[in-house]
């Protein structure tokens, strides 16, 4: 199998476009993904190769770009409409929570939403007011959606051509501030990476810590400082975070009898709570000291000059894992 | 007589290309007229050296403004001092003339929280960058003033080409013709919303003719002629205090170009071509004024020596001091997140403190 070392957002393109080679259901639609190619270049040079029907540069309205998405998916096209910041993304809630999650249910099955709705997403790149948040709680609260959050290039790809192929809605979220941090060994072929499961990063026997997308390096980074002080770190990359990989948690979890989760979300109602109540439910006898949350604070995400501060970073990783440790 | 009730096809012009007269030159004294010119030139070369100090790491991104400041200045100057501004996100230029200083709108694209806190006596919103949701804001704050029985105040709300598509413009517009609100609704219909024509945005005409369908006045401007723009937006303003008649929401459309990118992030000429770009430079406003007021005896080589002179030391004075306020404190974040700082996030800037001090401000900060 022939590969090729790509970026997190060269991994998007490789999927959109193997994808839409091999289906011509598949379609991207949304603001400048077309001539332009996406703000980010996440559809670079597809305009070119599949022509303005299949790739198509939208009237400037989110909610108009996933409603019709909804009816494309429908009537039977495949639509992957992109955001073009997360942030931007509450114009078209009401279509995603209201339709996309439960045209399926509300109509007994007779219409499916088979649409992926992309978006970059979180913070760390001296971005503008708005561009920065992480709310990807908002969609995994909401049934009839799947969430998925890559960390890496592999992944990326695979994960993406899973979520084309499943036939619900899928809320695919791109941390921005790895599309282009580092490069890896993608495959040139078609392949997936199943939704739903998790990837154990680090092995280790002290504490389990529980992350996804960009807060996975620095998690990992984290884990490798403290070996040097004798904690052995296992990490999990979620991956999706709607369904939570139940059972990899669990197992994790049972093996170390402690946790930590590291989310750049905030705090309250984040996803941190459900991977808490998870092992309460599913592990209690095993635990050895509360869970640490490790996230974002419960504050609007602040204006760049002070993002760093906001981010969980390496130091309060480390202090977090610390204590669950030492407890 | 006013300029708001004509065919939406029709264009509102006083200046031609060359600054010529070709339109009643609306009413304002030599002072207010290179008031006009200056600051303009002011909002150019501010934009200059915001591109360039983006380019240096020195800012983060940046919407440049250069091309649009005849609708900019040529519209804020048609307001009165109690009337309201609901800017997007490009109004640079307009904002310094509703008394913003040049150094808040520098920290807010430094990433300063204070760069968004306007002074008590300013009357502007803060800077919307999700796309046409102040339209709403405008129109509820506008509606608001109509409730409390106060007449002396419009309301004016600027948006893009691109802005008209969003639902909330919409809902905006219909509100404010069903509740005859003194709005002035400015389309900066500047041809691109980043890479998408004004075309491809909406298969309407005109961008004023939307205003049909709300039933009230919608007119076109050249958007790049400031005498115009001034005339169209006074009349506006006037309509939408109109004492003793009834007070009436009008939609402006200024057509007009951005000579630069949508913003420092993008590249312009991936999607549209150079030609077009040097088409657009032939109506540049700040020339044409010049001209007008060089052939009117207002401005001389000495007077523009001046203006030039002036503008260039105010943006360097407020690069200065944008430059000399510190990072702010991670405390920022958690103030004015509610009226009182909840325990729990008072407990949780305590920690961060506790821990900041304990490993030092280079375990946070990248680069």
């Known amino acids: ?327 | 007589m006013s300029t708001l009730q004509r065919d939406p096809e029709e264009q509102v012009q006083v200046l031609d290309e060359n600054g010529g007269v070709v339109g009643e030159v609306p009413d304002l004294g030599d002072d207010e007229l290179v008031e006009m010119y200056r600051a303009m030139r002011l909002a150019r070369h501010f934009d200059k050296r915001a591109v360039s100090l983006q380019r240096q790491g020195r800012m983060g991104t940046y919407p440049p403004l250069s091309g649009q400041e005849g609708a900019q200045i040529g519209s804020t100057m048609a307001l009165d001092d109690d009337d309201w501004m609901f800017p997007s996100y490009r109004e640079h230029g307009g904002a310094v003339v509703r008394g913003v200083p040049l150094t808040q709108t520098l920290l807010y694209w430094m990433g300063h929280e204070d760069g968004n806190k306007m002074t008590p006596d300013t009357n502007v919103f803060p800077v919307a960058v999700p796309i046409s949701t102040q339209i709403l804001h405008a129109t509820g704050a506008a509606w608001a003033s109509k409730l409390k029985g106060d007449d002396e105040k419009a309301f004016i709300c600027y948006f893009g080409d691109g802005g008209t598509s969003e639902g909330d413009f919409h809902e905006g517009l219909n509100f404010a013709g069903v509740f005859d609100t003194p709005n002035v609704f400015f389309c900066n219909n500047n041809q691109w919303a980043i890479s998408v024509p004004r075309e491809r945005q909406t298969a309407s005409k005109t961008i004023a003719h939307k205003a049909v369908a709300y039933g009230f006045d919608g007119v076109q401007v050249d958007g790049m002629d400031p005498l115009a723009v001034y005339k169209v937006t006074r009349d506006a303003v006037e309509k939408a205090k109109n004492p003793g008649d009834r007070r009436r929401p009008t939609l402006i459309e200024a057509v007009q170009y951005r000579f630069g990118a949508h913003t420092t992030a993008d590249d312009p000429t991936v999607y549209r071509d150079d030609d077009e770009v040097e088409k657009w430079k032939a109506k540049d406003p700040i020339p044409r004024l010049e001209k007008f007021l060089r052939e009117t005896g207002r401005l001389d080589d000495e007077s523009v020596d001046a203006v030039t002179q002036s503008v260039e030391e105010q943006v360097a004075d407020a690069i200065d001091e944008a430059e000399s306020v510190p990072r702010p404190e991670p405390s920022e974040m958690f103030e004015s997140v509610y009226a009182e700082m909840p325990d729990h996030l008072r407990e949780q800037m305590e920690d961060f403190e506790q821990l900041r001090e304990q490993v030092g401000d280079e375990a946070f900060l990248r680069e």
Do not use: W
């Open chain 1, 1 to 327: 199998m022939s590969t090729q070392n790509l970026t997190l957002v060269q991994a998007v393109r490789d999927g959109l476009y193997t994808e839409m080679k091999q289906d011509d259901d598949v379609l991207v639609m949304g603001e400048d993904v077309g001539k332009n190619g996406g703000v980010f270049r996440a559809t670079e040079g597809l305009y070119n190769e599949f022509g303005d029907d299949r790739v198509i540069d939208t009237p400037l309205a989110e909610s108009g770009i996933v409603g019709t998405a909804i009816g494309m998916a429908a009537y039977g096209l495949k639509p992957v409409p992109e955001m073009q910041f997360s942030g931007f993304m509450y114009p078209a809630f009401d279509q995603i929570v209201s339709h996309a999650a439960r045209l399926r249910n509300r109509s007994r099955g007779r219409f499916t939403c088979p649409l992926v709705v992309r978006a970059p997403y979180g913070g760390g790149i001296r971005a503008p007011e708005h561009h920065s948040e992480s709310k990807e709680a908002f969609y995994a609260h909401e049934a009839g959606l799947k969430v998925v959050i890559p960390s890496t290039p592999y992944d990326t790809k695979g994960l993406l051509i899973s979520a084309i192929r499943d036939p619900d809605p899928v809320i695919f979220l791109e941390p921005k501030l790895i599309y282009r941090a580092f490069r890896g060994e993608v495959p040139e072929e078609d392949y997936t990476v199943p939704l739903g499961e998790a990837a154990v990063r680090r092995e280790g026997t002290d504490i389990s810590v529980f992350t996804y997308g960009a807060m996975s390096r620095p998690t990992q980074e984290a884990a490798e400082n403290l070996s040097e002080e004798g904690i052995d770190v296992e990490v999990v990359d979620l991956r999706t975070v709607s369904p939570l990989d139940e059972a990899a948690i669990v197992e994790s979890f049972k093996k170390t009898g402690r946790a930590a989760v590291v989310h750049e979300a905030p705090r309250k109602g984040g996803l941190a709570g459900e991977i808490t109540a998870v092992i309460q439910e599913e592990a209690l006898l095993y635990q050895e000291a509360p869970v640490e949350r490790i996230t974002g604070f419960d504050v609007p995400f602040p204006l760049y000059a002070l993002e760093d501060y906001y981010l969980p970073s390496v130091a309060r990783i480390e202090e977090g894992i610390r204590n669950a440790v030492e407890f």
